[in-house]
């Protein structure tokens, strides 16, 4: 018996799976286009709770790589903290826990800690479908029938039968 290889989607594929089940295609028809099975479709749809999620922005109050990479220069300079801070127009205590944070003053390092920011900012967070069963019920019935089930504590997972 032969196995299919493992398939990774990109973020592009998974962009025209969205696009195409906001048309109303079928997962069996989006599933063709990967030569995959509906379920591999399905997991990517339902991961969200059948709702495509907005592209990922970091706030503008967190740090830049300009300015990480303007920290880990300063200290490379033998420079303190403060004058760090005074010089990126930070406070002093965001230098410290970004330093702190990432390695301290010997492992510091400003691309490392700009991807173990992004990262961390995202952290999984429980649904409201999980959190709250009335509304679940909601979504289901609006979504024809679908079962909205509970998973893991964090994730709701929509089982969507078809369009």
């Known amino acids: 018996m032969k196995y299919r290889q493992r398939i990774y989607y990109t973020d ?7 696009d195409r089940w906001q048309n109303g295609e079928s997962l069996h028809s989006i599933a063709r286009l990967f030569d995959r099975g509906h379920s591999s479709v399905q997991g990517i749809l339902a991961e969200t709770g059948g709702i ?52 301290g003053r010997r492992h510091y390092r400003a691309s490392k800690a700009d991807q173990a920011a992004w990262d961390r900012a995202h952290r999984p967070k429980t649904c409201k479908l999980v959190q709250n069963r009335a509304l679940a019920s909601i979504v289901a019935r609006k979504l024809r029938g679908a079962v909205v089930a509970r998973a893991n504590c964090r994730l709701a997972k929509v089982h969507l039968p078809g369009r």
């Open 12 to 18: 592009s594929d998974k962009s025209l799976m969205w």
């Open 52 to 103: 495509r999620l907005p592209p990922r922005q970091r706030s503008p109050r967190a740090l830049m790589l300009a300015e990480r990479e303007a920290i880990s220069r300063g200290m490379v300079a033998g420079h303190s903290m403060r004058s760090i801070a005074l010089r990126l127009g930070r406070a002093p205590s965001t230098v410290s826990r970004e330093i702190r944070r990432n390695g």
